[in-house]
């Protein structure tokens, strides 16, 4: 059964360094998202990405964060120079875009910022 | 309350027992799912019910929506202690683009 793949599953990093998470989401899909969950808190939303853009960002999404495509598999998520606050696990979803709206999620990328 | 509150916030129960978590929300939905979280892991899609449906079954859950209280409540029967884990709800709100907001979860722990 296709599923999405996040590498890598724990990262570790200096406040201040730039960290790249990436993801492959399920080969036929279109909408893809970005969502974390901070240690003991609820999953929110971070970005959502369709048609080589993004389609939507929260407040947590600031200037920090980016987002790409780069080829026909991979969405990454960079934060460029992180802080304290973003340690927490990282989830990537995807959907097919068509019909009903379950999105598939990744096991996560628990990013610690030290 | 926040879109998407589960409660209760925890609900330990004997394994053969049923377990009922329900979920509040605040705006309007295009559809409500549940997901299930192991400790420490991703997130795994139970089910998904529409606005305009009221029920919904899938194995031994069973899922409910009234749009009218804005309510819904997953109750898995006969639990196993395989169930344990923590249950969350996600609302997509018509967005356009189906994000999906999170409540707090309910942790179940299903004892032998």
């Known amino acids: 059964e296709p599923e999405v793949t996040q590498t890598p599953s724990h990262q570790v990093t200096q406040m201040g360094q730039e960290v790249i998470l990436r993801c492959v989401p399920i080969?036929?899909?279109?909408?893809f998202y970005w969502y974390r969950q901070i240690l003991g808190q609820k999953v929110e939303f971070l970005v959502s990405?369709?048609?080589?853009?993004?389609?939507?960002k929260s407040e947590i999404f600031d200037d920090q964060f980016s987002v790409e495509r780069p080829d026909g598999s991979n969405f990454t998520l960079k934060i460029r120079s992180t802080k304290l606050e973003d340690s927490a696990m990282y989830f990537c979803?995807?959907?097919?875009?068509?019909?009903?709206?379950?999105?598939?999620f990744g096991p996560g990328t628990r990013l610690t910022v030290l | 309350s926040q879109q998407g509150e589960e409660d209760p916030q925890a609900l330990s129960i004997q394994e053969g027992e049923n377990a009922t978590m329900n979920c509040s929300y605040k705006?309007?939905?295009?559809?409500l799912q549940w997901y299930r979280q192991n400790s420490g892991r991703g997130l795994v899609h139970l089910i998904l019910?529409?606005?305009?449906?009221r029920e919904k079954h899938s194995g031994r859950l069973r899922v409910t929506l009234d749009t009218s209280k804005k309510s819904s409540s997953l109750l898995i029967t006969a639990s196993r202690a395989a169930d344990t884990a923590s249950y969350f709800c996600?609302?997509?709100?018509?967005?356009?683009?189906?994000?999906?907001?999170f409540g707090k979860g309910t942790m179940l722990l299903v004892s032998p």
């Open positions: 979803a995807s959907r097919t875009g068509t019909g009903v709206n379950e999105q598939f």
């Open positions: 080969s036929n899909h279109l909408y």
């Open positions: 990405f369709y048609n080589n853009e993004i389609s939507e």
């Open positions: 705006t309007s939905i295009n559809n």
């Open positions: 019910i529409r606005s305009n449906e």
């Open positions: 996600a609302t997509d709100a018509y967005s356009g683009y189906s994000t999906l907001t």
